[in-house]
């Protein structure tokens, strides 16, 4: 029997003897508002959804990974969470569920529990984990964007509900073992603009032309500032490894190690041009701002690299 654990918390297969806690949360109307495709209506519906997860445990070629919650202390149930195997075009990718017991909502118990069924899924060697909710489940949505998952879509007016129709938006998250440098540098560029969203910046340097598409692994990642803000880029930074600020000509500039890569971060002494010929880019849902793309054409000095920016579909 399959048995996970996080600080406060065992996960493991389930057994008969959790019928009545399984039942009593997976047929209750507040719990399972958002996936009554899920919700049963009776003790029998349970036993029989119980039975098949019971039975699943036991497959030599397990398809479906369904755990029970549990408190280390107590050994009280307070939810249930896995993940299936996709099968066909996305075979190598599973997807991932949880739903937990009304007392223990808001506690961080279901991120816990899913940090650690992320990493077995991982571990297991598949490809990609997937998950989605609807819009309205800002609780649920936020347990993806707490697991570092990328939004991959948003699907207007798609689950009737209680006669009413909900939005639902879709995460994916990628085995880190399978990416290539290139793809991890995009990723982690996604995650930069999330971070500074908030903020006047933009990719600058080769990171524009990696931004277009140009499939070159970069030494660094760069990023301009307005000169003055560099105390408030600092702060957004402050839980990462950040060097000491150099002064080079007529800039600023300091390196961030985030998520396994090097970020510079540059402050102009001239803010004059800091708007002009700015783009955007959505990459996951994400608007990634860069200096154009004719802005560095104009600017590079690697033949190599404008000859790879023809390459580049538009």
Known sequence: MLRLESER??????????LDDHHRLISNPDVMYYIRDIQTHSLDESKANLIFSIEESKKEERVCYFFGMFLKDTDEHI????????????????????????????????????????????????????????????????IMKKLGMYKEGHLYRHTFINGKW????????????????????????????????????????????????????MNDLDIVFLNHME?????????????????????LHFKVEFENEIVHCLFYKDDSNFYREESIKVIHHVPVKYKSIDYYKRHCKSQKMLDAIKKVRP
């Open 9 to 18: 918390l065992y996960i493991r297969d389930l057994r008969m003897e959790d």
């Open 79 to 142: 939810g249930s969470i896995g993940f299936t195997v996709l099968e066909k075009g996305d075979s190598g990718n599973v997807e991932l569920g949880y739903f937990i017991h009304e007392k223990f909502w808001r506690k961080g118990y279901t991120y816990e529990a899913s940090k650690v069924v992320v990493k077995y899924a991982f571990d297991l060697g598949f490809h990609k984990i997937t998950t989605g909710c609807v819009y309205n489940n800002v609780n649920s949505e936020s």
């Open 166 to 217: 909900y939005d639902r938006v879709i995460y994916g998250l990628y085995n880190p073992r399978f990416l290539t440098k290139v793809e991890h540098q995009r990723l982690t560029v996604v995650k930069l603009a999330e971070l500074l969203e908030a903020i006047p910046y933009h990719f600058d340097a080769s990171t524009s032309a990696f931004i277009y598409g140009v499939d070159f692994e």
């Open 231 to 251: 105390n408030e880029v600092r702060q957004l930074f402050s839980g990462y490894k950040i060097s000491k600020t150099y002064e080079l000509d007529d800039l």
